[in-house]
């Protein structure tokens, strides 16, 4: 957790605020973006096939065995697929403001696993 300026009124608030103290704002360090980190994991599925991830339709990378590619995401709701051949997989993630975001991949069978774990920063 950091402390930054509220994005409406600059008093010093909590990156984990949901509401500014002083004005009220809603999630005061939205401005703030988080970093999305997306791993995949050594699987024997899909060894030589790459993992296609899209965020919100739009292609962020093509990663193979413990390949990793990484984006800033800004506040909001967001739908994340993998696609491996005819394996498939999807989860939607709310991205809060300032954190980093590691997602691990994994491929099992037609199945697409997404691992998520939030740190603050
Ligand atoms: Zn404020």
Do not use: Q
Not at 5 to 20: G, L, Q, R
Not at 70 to 94: C, M, P, R, V
Request: aromatic share 10%.
């Amino acid at each position: 957790m950091s402390i930054v300026e509220c994005k409406d009124c600059k008093y010093m608030v909590s990156t984990s605020a949901e509401v500014c103290p002083k004005c009220g704002a809603k999630y005061p360090a939205s401005y703030i973006p988080s970093k999305i980190i997306f791993h995949r994991k050594s699987t024997f599925w899909g060894i030589a096939v790459g993992t296609t991830v899209t965020v919100n339709g739009k292609k962020v990378g093509k990663l193979h065995n413990n390949e990793e590619v990484s984006l800033e995401l800004s506040f909001g709701d967001y739908e994340i697929y993998g696609k491996t051949n005819d394996a498939f997989g999807k989860i939607s993630l709310s991205v809060l403001p300032a954190r980093i975001y590691n997602i691990e991949i994994e491929n099992a069978g037609l199945a697409i696993h997404f691992n998520v774990l939030v740190a603050e920063t």
